[in-house]
């Protein structure tokens, strides 16, 4: 059996909150390369679409305020279905092909406007970041046809501002700050 490699340290882990602590030894998140996200890959289809890549995929993830854990502005050449498990509320912000942006609210409450599930179309750019004030989020993403490395593309801030400068504080907050855009050309085959 594969040794577990803590995503972090033992001094994070003392900020940490409780619960989001149990999670992250529960689950054994690592931390996803490029994003930075905790994730744990739960289901990769056997089969396959005729490039050799799984038909669907599914993953749990985790937002933690202390250490930080975000998704950096991303995106996928397919639908990715988000589902809110637990812990605090979470926004997903959503920047589309056509120049418009929407924001999405992840939480319990659906009664409050909050989703539990929310489908966000391909080569959409997007991000997600814990609420101010949250201690954690617990969620989980599918795709079908399945995640690779080879089908998620980061953003540089610099790109994404010229085409959606109303957003340029949430683009500079959420973009990656050392240029990688692709992730290992092994990863998640």
């Known amino acids: ?63 933690t305020n202390q250490p930080v854990s ?12 988000w589902h809110f498990y637990g812990g605090d509320p979470f926004k997903l912000i959503l920047l589309h092909p056509n120049g418009s942006s929407e924001d999405i609210l992840m939480g319990p409450n659906p009664i409050n406007g909050e989703q539990l599930q929310f489908v966000i179309p391909a080569m959409t750019w997007q991000a997600g970041f814990l609420l101010p004030g949250g201690r954690y989020a617990l969620f989980g993403c599918t795709m079908a046809p399945g995640f690779t490395g080879s089908c998620f593309e980061a953003a540089t801030a610099e790109e994404l501002i010229k085409q959606y400068p109303d957003r340029s504080e949430d683009i500079q907050r959420l973009s990656i700050n050392d240029h990688t855009t692709r992730m290992p050309k092994d990863f998640a085959k």
């Open 70 to 81: 975000l998704s950096c502005f991303h995106r996928l050449l397919h639908d990715e279905i």
């Open 1 to 63: 059996m594969k040794k577990w490699n803590n995503p972090v340290t033992k001094t994070e882990e003392q900020k940490m909150h409780p619960d989001a602590l149990a999670l992250l030894h529960f689950y054994q998140f690592e931390r996803l390369p490029v994003e930075g996200t905790f994730y744990k890959s739960t289901y990769r289809s056997v089969l396959e679409i005729n490039d050799g890549n799984p038909i669907g995929t599914a993953m749990i993830g985790m937002y």
